[in-house]
């Protein structure tokens, strides 16, 4: 039984196959003849261990099968005697193995570790309801144990983004939310935002939240904020860029508090101004609305009006009054 413990080794020819086989057969003659006594196809110690089931210390884990990479699954059991591989339910053949065997020294037991390699071609030609698995099935004396099923799943990330982030326009303190779907890929594509080409780091600056599916949340625009963002995708095979969007922050002028009325004029006017900068627009921001100057009649300063009877005044001539000064 040793023997066919090294696989892939000088089997050949029709009779690969034999010592596998033999030990089908053992293995479940051995669990017959337990209880009586019968151990004469029994490698040596059994009658003085009572014999554990093995115990996988590794199980192969989920894989991604890379451009045309093969992938390798290992499992490593103690104590094993053997170890093979079945794929989609079938045995994986015995040549196909690499086994490697050692001795556990404290407990003294065999520890028996198992490659296999998984091509694209196996797993792509593979139509199971399900993906292509492996799993790992152990022999120790007393019978057999299964490892986990490891899935092995070819991985991509197609060239489209579901959903491109749009440009807007936000005034100031308003909420941004910048959308983002990344193309559909296994394993599934992380995001990462980029603004005006740099990342942006969401722990840095509490304004921005990056967890919620992709989306950017800026809570409170500022003008700062102001850019080109891009959503990077990427996975283990590739990484995709989205469409910039272009985010302007602006802000609407408003206007500043009203001037003290000037001088009355001779023509009894007086006027006051105002400016819009208080904030001014920025960004392409709206222009203050109403009028940036106001005037009154008044009849203080230099207005003569009180001087002379009204009806003595042409009221349609400026000059008049200026002469009258
Ligand atoms: C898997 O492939 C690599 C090289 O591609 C090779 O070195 C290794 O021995 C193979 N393993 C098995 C179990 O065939
Ligand atoms: C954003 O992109 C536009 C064109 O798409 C470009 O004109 C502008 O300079 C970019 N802004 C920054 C801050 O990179
Ligand atoms: C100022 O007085 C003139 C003439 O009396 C009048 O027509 C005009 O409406 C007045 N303007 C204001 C702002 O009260």
Same mark, same amino acid.
């Given at each position: 039984m040793g023997r066919a413990?090294?696989?892939?080794?000088g089997a050949g020819g029709a009779h690969w196959w034999l010592p596998w086989l033999g030990l089908c057969f053992w293995a479940t003659g051995a669990a017959a003849a337990r209880g009586t006594d019968n151990g004469e196809a029994l490698p040596e110690s059994i009658p003085s261990a009572p014999g554990t089931l093995p115990h996988f210390i590794e199980e192969p884990d989920d894989a991604y099968i890379i451009k045309s990479n093969p992938i390798a699954l290992r499992c490593k059991a103690r104590p094993a005697m053997q170890i093979f591989f079945k794929c989609n339910g079938e045995w994986v053949h015995q040549n196909e193995h690499v086994s490697e065997e050692s001795l /556990?020294?404290?407990?003294?037991l065999k520890v028996r570790e198992v490659f296999i390699n998984v091509t694209r071609q196996q797993v792509e030609d593979f139509h199971g309801p399900e993906d292509y698995w492996c799993q790992c099935v152990a022999w120790s004396h007393l019978g057999t144990s299964k490892s986990r099923k490891a899935s092995v799943r070819i991985a991509y990330l197609r060239k489209n983004f579901e959903q491109d982030p749009q440009g807007r326009e936000v005034p100031i303190e308003g909420m941004i939310v910048l959308h983002c779907r990344p193309p559909e890929g296994v394993p599934a594509a992380e995001v990462e935002w980029l603004k005006n080409e740099e990342p942006i780091d969401s722990e840095q600056d509490e304004? %921005?939240?990056?967890?919620? /599916? !992709?989306n950017l949340i800026i809570r409170q625009a500022r003008l700062s904020d102001s850019g080109n963002y891009t959503c990077m995708a990427a996975n283990i095979v590739a990484k995709r860029r989205s469409l910039s969007a272009t985010v302007v922050v602006y802000v609407d002028g408003s206007w500043e508090v009203w001037s003290e009325w000037s001088v009355c004029s001779p023509e009894c006017e007086h006027l006051r101004i105002r400016e819009c900068t208080a904030p001014p627009p920025r960004n392409g921001g709206k222009f203050c609305e109403g009028l940036s100057q106001e005037s009154e009649n008044c009849t203080d300063g230099l207005c003569i009006l009180d001087k002379k009877?009204? !009806?003595? %005044? *042409?009221?349609?001539? *400026?000059l008049f009054f200026l002469s009258c000064i």
């Open positions: 413990a090294v696989a892939g080794g /556990d020294e404290s407990s003294g304004n %921005i939240d990056t967890r919620a /599916d !992709h009877p009204l !009806h003595e %005044i *042409k009221p349609q001539s *400026k």
